[in-house]
């Protein structure tokens, strides 16, 4: 199948051969045409299965179709449980957007940041991708209007109601018009779902994608066994030995994130820390350099195994492992994106080895664990 049958115009399709998407994911071949023909959506599916695409793309088509929304009165809401995942699903828009002969401005908005240039850029804005808490901010204070709102995507819902935002995403619909289109994508189908999907999706499309098994093939898998005082200098081994261009270093504290990255610079590898506890420009800042490639090395507390997409990345270590194996998944996820392949490297200490049986069970894989011991790691 190609994207030509699915009926997009030529300035999109341009945009898509330009991003490189040879065919549809499975996603986008239901996604896009039940979209397109104005259906309520219910999707199962995780990052890294081009849901994003899926909703972008048949709803930039009907933007094009559709006149200039007044100004402040949003057309399209896209609610995003984070920062992140607002920047990121904002940039699809702009990008699969440019060649519509109608400019379509798209806006993210988020908490954790000063509101006012926020503020200051929102007119004009026809599609606003946004966090609950900071659209409730800008509601209140009537610098946008949703009284107009024809399309409503809630993306990554099952996690909006993790982080605990059912009240604020409950009062944001009750401020919706009651006729418009609505399209969740969830990677989880839950109770607190289905209350939420009550009474808001109208007959929806149900595409539900399994791609657990799919990616997970893509991605080699390797473990080291190391003592903890042993774990620094095997990172910068590896790092070194490796010759990796880039890498995405996962730990389970936001001081172990800091410290890390301390002795890595002390030994000249250049990273940065991402964690809860950086300011948002500091995290932002560090995000950007290391999908430009300027930053090679990552090193990040869970806060970014989700949601976060970083084009074709070589390598992941796991310097901690994660406490689920859900969480193992989400994190060496973030390589073999779209038909990539990546490693997927964990370190392990005597503790962690029944802990990773349990990993290596609930993933249905065996990984391959290397012993450190005869490793000379001076100078490392
Ligand atoms: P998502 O699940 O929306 O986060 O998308 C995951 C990744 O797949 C992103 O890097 C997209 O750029 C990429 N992608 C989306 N659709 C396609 C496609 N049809 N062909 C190749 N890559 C794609």
Redesign the pocket.
């Known amino acids: 199948m190609s ?1 030509s049958s699915l009926g997009l115009s030529a300035p999109l399709l341009k945009a ?1 051969a330009e ?7 499975p996603i ?1 071949q239901e996604a896009i045409p039940a979209i397109l023909k104005g259906k309520d959506v219910l999707g199962i ?10 909703f972008v793309l048949p709803l930039l088509e009907k933007l094009q179709n559709t006149p200039q929304s007044r100004n402040r009165y949003i057309n399209t809401l896209v609610l995003v449980p984070t920062r992140e995942l607002a920047v ?1 699903v904002a940039e ?1 828009f702009k990008g699969l957007s440019s060649h519509l002969p109608r400019r379509i401005k798209t806006l993210a908005i988020y908490g954790g940041v000063s509101i006012n240039p926020q503020m200051m850029v929102l007119s004009g804005t026809e599609v606003l991708v946004a966090t609950p808490g900071r659209l409730l901010d800008l509601l209140s204070s009537k610098a946008v209007h949703l009284s107009e709102v024809e399309t409503l995507v809630l993306d990554e819902a099952d996690k909006m109601l993790n982080l605990g935002f059912e009240e604020e995403v409950n009062k944001i619909l009750s401020l919706l018009p009651a006729k418009r289109q609505n399209i969740l994508f969830s990677a989880t189908l839950g109770n607190e779902i289905e209350q939420l999907i009550k009474g808001q999706l109208h007959e929806p499309v149900r595409i539900e994608i399994q791609e657990e098994a799919q990616p997970l093939e893509q991605i080699k898998q390797l473990a080291y066994l190391v003592t903890p005082e042993r774990k620094g200098p095997l990172l910068r081994y590896l790092i070194r030995q490796g010759n990796m261009p880039q890498v995405l270093v996962f730990v389970s504290a936001t001081r172990t994130a800091d410290n890390l990255v301390a002795k890595l610079t002390k030994n000249g590898i250049e990273a940065a820390a991402m964690h809860s506890k950086k300011s948002q420009g500091a995290r932002t800042e560090a995000l950007n350099r290391f999908k430009s490639g300027k930053l090679p090395v990552l090193v990040a507390t869970d806060l970014v195994s989700r ?1 976060i ?1 970083i ?1 074709q990345l070589p390598y992941v270590i796991n310097y901690d492992l994660p406490r689920s194996p859900k969480d193992y998944i989400h994190r060496i996820g973030r390589t073999g ?3 990539a392949t990546g490693e997927a490297i964990s370190l392990l200490t005597p503790d962690d080895r029944h802990h990773f049986r349990i990993i290596q069970k609930k993933m249905g894989r065996q990984v391959e664990i290397l012993e450190t011991n005869d490793l000379d790691l001076q100078g490392s």
């Open positions: 994207f898509v991003q490189q998407y040879t065919q549809p994911y986008q599916a995780k990052t890294g299965s081009g849901k994003t695409a899926g990121q699809v949601g997409d084009q994106r779209a038909e």
